[in-house]
């Protein structure tokens, strides 16, 4: 597949910047924009909180894993995707095969002070969300791993990660 028609795929973990990152990116790059969590919630006209709330955790990864299938056969597009879209191995392989998957990266403080607020999270509504995320993020930074790039986004802005990753791709495309 030509550099150009692969998929631009963010990952990581609530809080990393993943939407306001890949918004950039593809108004830079004059790409398409899919966020997953936001194709979910038109196709099922109801906001993953509330899939959450009336038929659980499960059913919500059976609506990302059936988006993740229909949306992978895009070609050329900025994808953004829900923090917990690596737990499923079907889609890492989708994701990788269709395009060049980027991990964005964050110590806890800075997720738990960029989420601190956030009524919209159904796995970080307990008391404590700094040891939610602590231990979520450990149970899932293998598969962050997994990536083909990598980008720290503490202190950094949006537009300035979007640059980094420009970059990077352009470094890529000229190798
Ligand atoms: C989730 C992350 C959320 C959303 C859902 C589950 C997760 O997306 O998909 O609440 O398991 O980490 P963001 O990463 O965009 O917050």
Do not use: C
């Not at 829900?82 to 997720?111: F, Q, W």
């Amino acid at each position: 597949m030509a550099a150009v028609d692969r998929n631009i795929v963010l990952i990581g973990f609530m809080g990393t910047g993943k939407s306001s990152v890949g918004k950039t990116l593809a108004r830079k790059l004059g790409r398409s924009f899919v966020d997953v969590d936001m194709w979910i919630e038109t196709s099922q006209k109801r906001k993953i909180k509330d899939i959450f709330e009336t038929d659980g955790e499960a059913y919500f990864r059976t609506l990302e894993k059936e988006a993740i299938r229909i949306i992978s056969r895009q070609t050329g597009s900025v994808i953004t995707t829900g923090g917990g879209v690596v737990l499923d191995a079907e889609n890492r392989r989708l994701l990788k095969e269709t395009g060049v998957v980027i991990a964005l990266l964050a110590k806890p403080e800075t997720i738990y002070e960029r989420v601190k607020n956030s009524q919209h999270r159904p796995l970080l509504q307990g008391a404590d969300r700094l040891s939610e995320i602590q231990s979520l993020l450990e149970s899932r930074k293998g598969f962050y791993q997994e990536a083909d790039l990598f980008f720290e986004t503490d202190g950094k802005t949006s537009a300035e990660v979007a640059e980094n990753i420009m970059g990077a791709l352009e470094t890529q495309k000229n190798s």
